[in-house]
């Protein structure tokens, strides 16, 4: 195989694995963001604040 058909493979091969690599992180996104979305349906700041009475609340 010459340089030319050698190179011409890579760069195929490196295209390929970039659109698997994007479509993969793509799913692994959705999937963070619908379980963050899930566990933000708790407490929020100012129901916090509320509750405590207090002008800060600090989270450890």
């Known amino acids: 195989m010459n340089l030319l058909g050698f190179l011409s493979i ?3 091969i490196i295209t ?3 659109l ?3 479509v993969i992180a ?3 996104y959705k ?3 619908k ?3 899930a566990l933000s349906k ?3 700041y100012e129901e916090a ?3 405590v009475g207090d002008e800060y609340v600090y989270f450890e």
């Open 20 to 22: 698997v690599f994007g």
């Open 10 to 12: 890579l760069i195929l």
């Open 26 to 28: 793509y799913f692994l």
């Open 42 to 44: 708790g407490i929020t």
């Open 16 to 18: 390929i694995m970039t």
């Open 31 to 33: 999937a963070r963001e």
């Open 49 to 51: 604040l509320r509750q």
């Open 35 to 37: 379980k963050k979305k």
